[in-house]
């Protein structure tokens, strides 16, 4: 009886710190350091994993062949702290949506920015939210596509170094996000409504 209501309070206490519900959401905005480091911010996201989504390559990397795929984050997040309109309007006002070569100082492919929708309700959300950025910005092309998603690559291995750069390298970081001119960018885009630190 007394193993049986150890179990049973560990058991409960486990489903305690865990989220109920978890839902999980794909977008590129460039350098997946610097996605990483703006989503880990906001409240209500579980975990954010950088990667590579949205090409043909079978095992893209880092230093390898990534052709065809944009550098992109996975964002794990609790829908009853923050909802998927939340995570869109999060994405928005942390990138340049009129970029058609790439995102600030960082040119090419890869460094493209798209919205990786899972179904029908993440297309309709993301594609409105899209068309209400067109209507802020009469007169700009908004680049920014809604794509189907496709398999989500994490970087991995010894590429890990690139998980949580932010943190592991804050000095660096600092110093490429400011070389880059990403914040000077967003806050002539945006505003007030930039939500970086």
């Given amino acids: ?8 309070g560990i058991a409960l206490l486990i489903s305690i710190a865990q989220p109920v519900f978890s839902a999980t ?4 905005g460039g350098c997946f350091w610097c996605m990483e480091s703006d989503f880990e911010k906001l409240t209500g996201v579980n975990d ?17 062949d990534h052709s065809g795929h944009y550098e992109a984050v996975e964002i794990t997040y609790d829908p009853e702290v923050v909802d998927y309109q939340g995570i869109l309007d999060h994405f928005w006002v942390n990138h340049d949506p009129f970029d058609a ?22 297309r309709e959300l993301a594609e409105a939210s899209r068309q209400r950025v067109i ?18 690559f994490p970087i991995k291995g010894n590429e890990s170094h690139h998980q949580d750069y932010y ?25 007030d409504r930039v939500t970086h630190n």
């Fill in 101 to 122: 070569r790439g995102q600030f100082c960082d040119k090419g492919h890869s460094y493209l920015a798209a919205i990786f929708v899972a179904n029908n309700e993440e």
């Fill in 48 to 64: 954010v994993v950088s990667g590579f989504t949205g090409g043909s390559h079978p095992d893209p990397t880092y230093r390898g």
């Fill in 167 to 191: 943190k592991k390298n804050p000095l660096r970081y600092k110093y490429y996000r400011f070389g880059c001119g990403r914040d000077r960018r967003l806050s002539d885009i945006w505003g």
């Fill in 25 to 28: 959401a794909i977008l590129a």
């Fill in 135 to 152: 209507e802020m910005f009469p007169g700009q092309a908004v680049i920014t596509p809604v794509l189907p998603q496709t398999t989500f």
């Fill in 1 to 8: 009886m007394k193993n049986l209501l150890v179990t049973t």
